[in-house]
């Protein structure tokens, strides 16, 4: 199983080639933990953490 790779600016584990939410093709494999968010309007985790797209994200990259 690979490991999944996460966008360097926003943190989005992406599949494509380019980051949906910031449109850049900078990713990288080395990251730390995961956050689910499923309503970014409501969640307090993704208004401290800056995040306004459901999706998954990296807590830590590297």
Do not use: H
């Not at 080395?30 to 970014?40: C, E, K, N, Y």
């Not at 797209?53 to 807590?59: D, L």
């Amino acid at each position: 199983m690979t490991k999944k790779k996460a966008c360097k600016r926003c943190k989005l584990f992406v599949e494509d080639d380019v980051c949906p939410t910031c449109a850049t093709s900078s990713f990288t494999t080395s990251w730390q933990g995961r956050l689910f968010i499923a309503d970014p309007e409501n969640s307090l985790v993704a208004k401290q953490v800056g995040i306004t797209t459901k999706g998954e994200y990296a807590i830590k990259i590297r």
